[in-house]
């Protein structure tokens, strides 16, 4: 419950500092672009992250039935590369965004 309120709390501050952010540049030392290149990397990072998850979980489950059923191995390969080609276009396009950002 404490790691709740503890999170909870954090994401308040984040929130509540954002408007900071939004001030001109003759009022801080952060430029706009800065900013938003920052966001973006924290959403490749992000996207990135979840992909690796993705593609984790997709060779778990492919050796799982390669081991119940070793027949269906070209079957289970072809399906297996192809959900990893579409995992890893999700990362490209993420990088793609911020890079053009």
Excluded: W
Aim: aromatic share 6%.
């Amino acid at each position: 419950m404490v790691n709740k309120k503890t999170l909870l709390l954090a994401a308040l501050f984040l929130l509540v500092a954002c408007p900071m952010f939004g001030q001109t540049t003759g009022a801080s030392g952060i430029a706009p672009g800065e900013i938003k290149f920052l966001g973006g990397m924290i959403g490749l990072g992000i996207a990135g992250g979840l992909c690796g998850i993705g593609q984790g979980k997709a060779v778990a489950g492919a050796a799982e039935a390669l081991a119940r059923n070793p027949g269906a191995a070209d079957g289970i390969r072809f399906a297996l590369i192809l959900g990893l080609v579409f995992i890893e276009t999700l990362t490209i396009y993420a990088l793609a965004i911020v890079l053009k950002g």
